[in-house]
């Protein structure tokens, strides 16, 4: 059974920093040949892409947003992902979700991120 587990969420004031964490267990294949992603949803708005990392590569894609201020690294011997979230501000609370997707898709429970003085 896969299971993504989450963690390094929280409260921070605005201009501070987060990382997030992702742990996967159960997967069939290597980690390194899933896509592996981060998304968010705040309340009342639609869950969206953060950031991804394709399969066997490092070249990573991120969401305009957040372009510039956010980092996803991959550590495939630990099969975690994390996401390095600089320069918070209040528009990025939302709950962050840990995603991996090689034919078939997995999301971790999610974990609060709350930006705010």
């Known amino acids: 059974q896969v299971q993504l587990v989450e963690s390094g969420g929280g409260l921070v004031q605005p201009g501070g920093s987060l990382r997030l964490s992702c742990v996967a267990s159960g997967l069939s294949f290597s980690f390194s040949s899933y896509t592996v992603s981060w998304y968010r949803q705040a309340p009342g708005k639609e869950r969206e892409l953060v950031s991804e990392?394709?399969?066997?590569?490092?070249?990573?894609n991120y969401g305009d947003s957040v372009k510039s201020r956010f980092t996803i690294t991959r550590n495939a011997n630990r099969k975690t992902v994390y996401q390095h979230m600089d320069r918070l501000e209040h528009e990025d609370t939302a709950v962050y979700y840990c995603?991996?997707?090689?034919?078939?898709?997995?999301w971790g429970q999610g974990t609060q991120v709350t930006v705010s003085a």
């Open positions: 990392l394709p399969r066997f590569d490092n070249s990573a």
């Open positions: 995603h991996n997707h090689r034919r078939v898709s997995y």
